[in-house]
C-alpha cells in the first residue's frame, strides 16, 4: 500500500457476494458469514468482471469484511483479486455503545486521515455522521443494495469520485 493513495475498504456480504433476491440463497439470519470451508452455492453469484474494474481504480484495495484473511483465499480468486490487505477490525459480534456499525470506528483508525472509499451493503445516518465527524479526510461511504452487490456502474461512480480528489 501508498500511504498517499486513497484506500477502498471492501465488504464481501452483500457486496461482492449478493445475497437475498430472487434465485438467491435468503439472508443469513444471523448477519454472522457462514463457514468459509463449507460448500457456499452462492459464491457462484459473484460477478469475476469487478475484479479487474476494482484493480483499475486509483487506489490501495483492503478487505473490510468479517471473512478477514479467508476473503485472500475463498473470494479473491473468484473476483481476479490478488492477495489483499486486511483491516484489522474488531470482532463481529462486539457492539458498539453509540450505536456505529461494528467496523465503523475501526476503518477510520485505518484510513489514519486517508481519503478512502468504504463499500459496504450496511452503512448507516450514524455511520456517515461518525466518519464525516472523526475523519479529517474526504470520505465516501458507498452502500450496495445487499440483493445486487456492487456493479460495474458503482465502480465507475467510485473511480469519478476518486479522479475528484486528484489536484
Same mark, same amino acid.
Given at each position: 500500500?501508498? +500511504? ?9 456480504? &452483500?457486496?461482492?457476494? /449478493?445475497?437475498?433476491?430472487? &434465485?438467491? $440463497? #435468503?439472508?443469513?439470519?444471523? &448477519?454472522? #458469514? ?8 452462492? $459464491?457462484?453469484?459473484?460477478?469475476? =468482471? ?15 469484511? +468479517? ?14 483479486? /490478488?492477495?489483499? =490487505? *486486511? ?12 450505536? $456505529?456499525?461494528?467496523?465503523?470506528? +475501526? ?7 486517508? #481519503?478512502?472509499?468504504? *463499500? ?15 475523519? /479529517?479526510?474526504? =470520505? ?14 458503482? *465502480?465507475?461512480?467510485?473511480? =469519478?469520485?476518486?479522479? &475528484?480528489?486528484?489536484?
Amino acid at each position: 500500500m501508498t +500511504a498517499s493513495h486513497p484506500l477502498l475498504f471492501l465488504d464481501v456480504d &452483500g457486496t461482492l457476494l /449478493p445475497f437475498g433476491g430472487p &434465485g438467491m $440463497l #435468503p439472508l443469513p439470519r444471523d &448477519g454472522r #458469514p457462514e463457514d468459509p470451508d463449507a460448500p457456499r452455492p452462492e $459464491l457462484g453469484f459473484i460477478d469475476p =468482471a469487478l475484479g479487474p474494474l476494482l484493480l483499475g481504480l486509483a487506489c490501495d484495495l483492503v478487505w473490510a469484511t +468479517a471473512w478477514m484473511g479467508d476473503a485472500n483465499e475463498v473470494i479473491a480468486p473468484r473476483v481476479g483479486l /490478488p492477495e489483499l =490487505a *486486511v483491516a484489522d477490525l474488531p470482532p463481529y459480534d462486539e457492539g458498539d455503545p453509540n450505536g $456505529l456499525g461494528w467496523k465503523t470506528r +475501526a476503518l477510520v483508525r485505518v484510513a489514519a486521515g486517508r #481519503p478512502f472509499v468504504w *463499500v459496504d451493503d450496511v452503512i448507516t445516518e450514524t455511520d456517515r455522521w461518525f466518519v464525516e465527524l472523526e475523519h /479529517p479526510g474526504p =470520505a465516501l461511504l458507498f452502500q450496495v443494495e445487499s440483493s445486487v452487490g456492487l456493479t460495474a456502474d458503482g *465502480v465507475g461512480e467510485i473511480a =469519478a469520485w476518486l479522479l &475528484g480528489l486528484e489536484p
